[in-house]
């Protein structure tokens, strides 16, 4: 099994600020990897997809990269928003999601 | 409004079933593949089941396989999971999602999830 790490865990970020997260997968995954947002008490959205491929509807600031095993979601410019926790998923080899990444307010 | 809307969650003893539904609305529920993710309380994700359009050909995780059952029904545009020999582990939220295959698949709609608690 694909086994897919996330980090930092926890990130804390004031608005204005470039966050980058990353997710490494145990064996290369290619670029089959998609990012998710979650809210507290909600369900997840879609962000990104084939690693860097952005979802309509999704703000621009928002962006995905690399291939293989490693992989980043890179919030330019972050909006009071877009506190929450991020999951990524490989779908190479059916499907693993990272642990999470939570945006936290500074 | 495209959505997704789960249902038939509660409290079941271990070793209890419980089957949960999901209601499609605005697309068209047979051109896509289907899918279910679990959170437990405080947890991230994990994927629990994918089924396929046409003949249906499903997929499990190691965990819930041989007790858990993944169906459609096209002509009414729902979802099934079937649980059964439930375990305390198996306690979480239950989200239906739409799935994009290419390689395997990622989940490009969600449903808002029904709770499942498995406790004696």
């Known amino acids: 099994d694909i086994q897919v790490t996330q980090s930092p865990s926890t990130l804390s970020a004031s608005v204005g600020d470039r966050v980058t997260i990353t997710c490494r997968a145990s064996?290369?995954?290619?670029?089959?990897l998609a990012w998710y947002q979650q809210k507290p008490g909600k369900a997840p959205t879609l962000l990104i997809y084939?690693?860097?491929s952005l979802e309509s509807g999704v703000p621009s600031r928002f962006s995905g990269s690399g291939s293989g095993t490693e992989f980043t979601l890179t919030i330019s410019s972050l909006q009071p928003d877009d506190f929450a926790t991020y999951y990524c998923q490989q779908y190479n080899s059916y499907s693993t999601f990272g642990g999470g990444t939570k945006v936290e307010i500074k | 409004e495209v959505r997704l809307l789960e249902s038939g969650g509660g409290l079941v003893q271990p070793g209890g079933s419980l089957r949960l539904s999901c209601a499609a609305s605005?697309?068209?529920?047979?051109?896509?593949?289907m899918g279910w993710v679990r959170q437990a309380p405080g947890k991230g994700l994990e994927w629990v089941s994918t089924?396929?359009?046409?003949?249906?050909?499903?997929y499990y995780a190691d965990v819930v396989k041989g007790r858990f059952s993944t169906s459609r029904d096209n002509s009414a545009d729902t979802l099934f999971l079937q649980m059964d020999s439930l375990t305390i582990e198996d306690t979480a939220m239950y989200y239906c999602?739409?799935?994009?295959?290419?390689?395997?698949?990622?989940?490009?709609?969600w449903g808002r999830g029904t709770q499942v608690s498995v406790s004696s």
């Open positions: 064996l290369s995954v290619g670029n089959w």
């Open positions: 089924i396929y359009r046409g003949v249906g050909t499903t």
């Open positions: 605005e697309f068209t529920f047979s051109d896509f593949a």
């Open positions: 999602a739409r799935a994009q295959t290419s390689r395997f698949w990622y989940f490009d709609l």
């Open positions: 084939k690693a860097s």
